[in-house]
């Protein structure tokens, strides 16, 4: 069973996360510097190890079980019905839809005649079934057809058989095959049971159809729990109700690292409805188990006014003290100096003398938190040394791993049900409160629904780090980049490397594209987790830098549209997983010329482009903005060009555009959570303004269907957002903003 | 205490009347399409209505009900038992990521179509500001919002 403990999850979102492998292979290269006593820990230089994934293909599965014809995991047909699979979490990126239209479409099934339901969890099975990386969509594709195709392929065997002819003599249309000289049909409903006796061929030798072909894929699909969701049905980790279920609160300290010396836990007994109340000591591992006090209550209102009534003497001595006024600080000393060079093509200092200009800029932004917006909640029931979970998590098979650790069992002694996640963002990839509810659910023993506050999610998120950039670059007489240097100060938790989705690699863009390019990295000690947030790494790097290459046009007094497409150059593949810098250029023209680029727009009002590549995927936006003098932003319009190779659903995926473009503009606009004593200062959505209805911009969508591999849609969208909008608020303002979010400098949303 | 939801009088037995509607939903009740945000009043997941007016059942105790009518996600349908108008736009537009918001944005839509059957662009803005979308599917709840409009105006 592939299987992943907390750990290695970040090593799988950074791996899975097209070329970023080299962040791994890089992330020793640093200095590391403690903030309380401002002095150099470690400076190393050896490579550290990377993480081999398999993208196995599903084992095949005998081909029936009693009463249905089950090919493989992924489709199960008989008298009823035909019901499709979806192997990994939904958590809005629209997988429960997508991975099973791919298999419908090899199978030639109509999409009405279909039903899918969730998986169970059988890596041996299914291979990994986790949703991170975008990379659902790209892992699973062939994956999938094939699953679809061997299925099809048995209901024409068996129809040949039925009806004495050759499999070459049949079609299928429509979930029936189809022998047209004679005009026979057969539904694959009447053919399950002859198809579950034949043997099952082996994925490698069906045949798969040819794109033009597609009846399903590419098409508008609409969400298969759409109305589920309507009519309010249990499809949430949060709704799940299993019998003799109590409602069970955890109260950890505000400052993480803290554990408990005493509580007030036989007044707490008594308040009304509280049934048990009590302290765990946790298991030392900060993804897992941390100390705090467990109420277990009649329902969640006892619960969470027990937990108000706490009182909680803690040992902070090995608790948070993170302050993020220090690390600006001590980014504000660092700046001016030079750290361990992670890379270093060319020769940087060359290009800065023999240039004609140069430019400067600080680059900061804060760290934020995942906000989605179902909190953390986990169903839990232990029971003869058997643990059963209900579990909104983006990594099933870690809950599973972890789960059975903190609770004393063998992992086989764990079943997880997969539920609808309320948003992940990459918080779900990390199980703390599926371990906590099955702590205290074998503590109390009874069943029990843990649910957090908004106040818990936030102070124990593991959130996106914030950090600095001082970039200085420099262009020739033509007006051409000639140098360019990033000097990042970034956040390390283990005190080795960078926290996941804070490390540079070499290959970040323009890295590959530019001759003269150093990228010094250090890093501040942090305690306070930090991890995969939506797009990890991309979702900042593509602020700074697409925001610096549009400072380095501006100097040049060239148009930014021209230097991206220079910068970009002929087209060619760069590495096996990085860009291909002819869809880049593609895409980036695409979007300019949809949105009008170049024309006259008046005073106060501008555009700003900006490209890049992530997750597998191409993406160029552009913003059309209006500044007033006091900083009012209007977003009029965001035209996005992408290149995600073909297209699954299109209204998914087009979906996925609009949400990412409105996700990045709340993020840049006003997301930030600062820590001050260890503590987080912001605990609930009225500190934290997520983007609201009267903000939302139109966002126009162009997809570039190429013949490359597909990818996933969930993240790429994401990092182009913030530099198109930076860089059109200095077309409209010549303020040249530097700090995420900006409403740190004074701007806000009209 | 007793209360009117979905036109039914249900018995909420010796529940502490400072409960928030949403938990009494949730946990007494079983109603679960009604969610939990943020228990602040800030993100309107667990928006229902009470008569016509979109509330905040998390900052709504339970016992402010009184003699209204309250209607959830659940209550929504037709009496047949078809989806409502709202409800099949936000189906037929493919509205959801998630979907953890939706039951509380449709409630939303729903109170400000039954007091302003044709709004406009600004005022379906203005209106469901109440109502955070994490995933930012706000473009879609616009278009869906005019469709139900539309589909109830044809229907009268
Ligand atoms: S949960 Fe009620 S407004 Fe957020
Ligand atoms: S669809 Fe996810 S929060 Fe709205």
Sequence with gaps: ?750 | MNIKINGENRDLGAIDPQTPLLWALRDELGLVGTKFGCGISQCGACSVLVNNASVKSCSFPVSSVGDAEVTTIEGLAESNGDLNPVQQAWVDLDVAQCGYCQSGQVMAAEALLRTNPNPTDDEIDQAMATNICRCGTYIRIRQAVKTAASHLAASE
Excluded at chain 1, 36 to 64: H, I
Excluded at chain 1, 106 to 133: C, H, P, T
Excluded at chain 1, 551 to 577: K, T, Y
Excluded at chain 1, 622 to 635: I, L, N, P, R
Aim: aromatic content about 8%; overall charge negative; proline content about 4%.
């Design chain 1, 1 to 750: 069973m592939t299987t992943l403990n907390y750990d290695d999850i970040a090593d799988v979102v950074d791996t899975v996360t097209a070329g970023r492998e080299d962040a791994i292979a890089t992330s020793s290269r640093i200095r590391i510097v403690k903030l309380d006593r401002r002095q150099f820990l470690k400076m190393t230089g050896a490579v550290g190890g990377g993480l081999m994934l398999s993208f196995s293909a599903p084992k095949a599965l005998s081909a029936s079980s009693s009463d249905a014809f089950q090919p493989n995991g992924y489709v199960k047909i008989n008298s009823a019905g035909i019901v499709l699979y979806a192997k990994n979490p939904e958590i809005g990126q629209g997988v429960k839809t997508s991975l099973p239209m791919i298999i419908a479409e090899e199978l030639d099934a109509a999409w009405e005649d279909v039903s899918v339901e969730q998986s169970r969890i059988d890596q041996a099975a299914y291979g990994m079934q986790f949703a991170g990386g975008s990379t659902a969509i790209p892992m699973n594709w062939d994956a999938l057809r094939r699953a679809g195709a061997t299925a099809r392929a048995m209901l024409v065997e068996a129809a040949a058989k039925r009806w004495n002819v050759s499999t070459d003599s049949l079609t299928t249309e429509r979930s029936h095959v189809i022998h047209a000289s004679s005009g026979k049909r057969a539904a694959y409903l009447d053919l399950a049971s002859e198809a579950a006796s034949l043997p099952v061929p082996s994925a490698d030798s069906v045949s798969l159809k040819d794109a033009k072909n597609f009846q399903i894929l590419g098409k508008r699909i609409t969400g298969v729990d759409n109305e589920g969701l309507m009519r309010g049905e249990p499809l949430f980790g949060i709704d799940q109700n299993v019998p003799g279920m109590k409602y069970a609160v955890y109260q950890k300290c505000d400052s993480i690292g803290g554990s408990v010396v005493s509580a007030n836990l036989d007044e707490i007994k008594t308040m009304n409805g509280v049934l048990d109340a009590f302290v765990l000591d946790g298991n030392g591992n900060a993804g897992e188990l941390l100390p705090g006090v467990a109420i277990v209550a009649d329902n969640t209102w006892s619960a969470i006014q027990a937990k108000r009534a706490l009182k909680i003497e803690w040992d902070e001595s090995d608790a948070s003290k993170d302050s993020w006024s220090n690390a600006m600080q001590e980014a504000e000393r660092l700046r001016h100096e030079s750290g361990p060079r992670v890379v270093d093509t060319g020769d940087v200092d060359k290009a800065f003398d023999d240039s004609t200009k140069q430019v400067s800029g600080f680059y900061r932004y804060a760290f934020a938190s995942h906000a989605q917006l179902e909190p953390e909640n986990c169903t839990a029931s232990f029971k003869d040394g058997q643990l059963e979970l209900w579990a909104p998590t983006q990594t099933p098979g870690a809950a599973i791993m972890s789960a059975a650790k903190v609770v004393g069992i063998q992992p086989n002694g764990v079943t997880l049900h997969q539920t609808r996640c309320g948003g992940g963002f990459g918080r779900r990839l990390y199980n703390d409160f599926t371990c906590e509810a099955a702590a205290i659910a074998k503590r109390a023993g009874m069943p029990v629904k843990l649910q957090w506050t908004r106040e818990d999610d936030m102070a124990y998120d593991l959130y996106r780090a914030g950090g600095f950039h001082q970039m200085h670059g420099s262009v020739d007489e033509g007006g051409k980049i000639t140098g360019w240097r990033d000097r990042f100060i970034t956040f390390t938790n283990d005190g080795n490397r960078p926290v996941s989705g804070g490390g540079i690699s070499p290959n970040v863009f323009p890295g590959g594209l530019l001759e003269n390019v150093r990228v010094e990295q250090t890093a501040l000690e942090w305690k306070n987790r930090c991890a995969a947030w939506r797009a990890p790494g991309s979702n900042v790097f593509a602020f700074v830098v697409g925001s610096f290459l549009h400072e380095l046009a501006h100097i040049a007094s060239r148009d930014h549209l021209d230097v991206l497409l220079e910068v970009l150059g002929e087209a060619r593949q760069l590495g096996p997983r990085g860009m291909h810098t002819g869809r880049a250029a593609n895409v980036v023209k695409l979007a300019a010329e949809k949105a009008g680029w170049g024309r006259e727009l008046g005073d106060g009002r501008g555009m700003g482009i900006a490209f890049y590549y992530s997750h597998a995927g191409h993406i160029a936006e552009v913003a059309d903005v209006s500044v007033t003098a006091d900083k009012k932003v209007d977003v009029h319009k965001v035209t996005v060009a992408a290149d995600v190779g073909p297209i699954v659903n299109l209204s998914g995926a087009e979906n996925q555009v609009q949400g990412s473009v409105i996700d990045g503009l709340s993020t840049m606009f006003n997301l930030a959570v600062s820590f001050e004593n260890g503590r987080v200062q912001q605990n609930n959505f009225d500190r934290y303004s997520l983007l609201r209805m009267p903000s939302a911009p139109e966002v126009e969508v162009h997809f570039v269907e190429s013949d490359y591999p597909p990818t996933g849609l969930g993240e790429p969208a994401f990092p182009p957002l913030a530099p198109a909008v930076y860089n059109a608020i200095f077309e409209a303002s010549g303020h040249r903003a530097r700090t995420m979010p900006i409403s740190e400098e004074g701007y806000s949303l009209a």
